[in-house]
């Protein structure tokens, strides 16, 4: 018999194979590092830190890194309209607080986390491991998925150099 | 000599499979409704309609729907850390001007689309089409392309849903 140049598909379609392709990659592969608050900090500084990382979302953490909190650039369109002064407002008075946050982990499928983006309307998931916290079960932040990471990914994948990298 | 089943690729791999698949598709079969402000508003009504339809740019735009400039949330970022009152600032002044914005059209490829947002760090492009106005070359504004159209193509696609709807 002749050698097979290539190989041979019998029934897949290309969707089944972006299907294939995609769901082998995991958060660990495209996440970005966190960037956090501690829980006693003020709003200001929330904003602030926010602005000078340029990013969407800061995690408020309490010691040891765990997941207190999150504060969007939604959140803070709502101080701006209220003309409420940010340098005496606490970050725990702007955050979205624990247990109403949805979460991922680095061994997640990217395609899960990203459903979870769309369907729960957040601009970022923190990246976490549940961890056992004086006998309490909390979360420990390692990460940062963002639309911008999903974005990135779409265009690597895209262009065909997804393999090479992940 | 037996009938083949399925089909015989030679050469080929998954990712090559997947930019075939995603370079055939447009902007304009994913972009969303834009969301836009007169230019003589205030920049405390463009931060109020960011939050009222829960989007990440508004639109700043001349009588015709003609492409002025964008305000973000990050633009709000500033002006919240400054203290500044919204009420009494021009939308223009908070906002992004023409000829500095990035935009994209309704027939440009989403990989090519995309590929602006990630490479200029913005959340959202304008899309527009190209218009004689009073004999100078503008932008009319006619949609708004974003990274959750983005993240939601990734999803519909990496669950094998993108062939039924686009």
Known sequence: ARPKVGYFYTGKNALSMVTEQVSRIKVQDIQSVP????????????????????????????PGGILAGVVSRKDVLKVAM??????????????????????????EPVLTAAKKIIDNEVDSLPVVLLANHQGAKVYEVVGRLTKTNIARLFVELGEGRGGEQL
Chains 1, 2 share one sequence.
Do not use: N, R
């Not at 900090?41 to 309490?62: H, I, N, P, R």
């Open 35 to 62: 960037v956090v608050v501690t829980s006693g900090t003020s709003a200001y500084d929330a904003v602030v830190t926010m602005f000078l990382e340029d990013v969407g979302s800061v995690f408020v953490v309490e």
């Open 82 to 107: 209220g003309g409420s002064d940010l340098h005496k407002m606490p970050v725990k008075v702007l955050m979205t607080p624990m247990p109403k946050i949805v979460v991922t982990s680095p061994d």
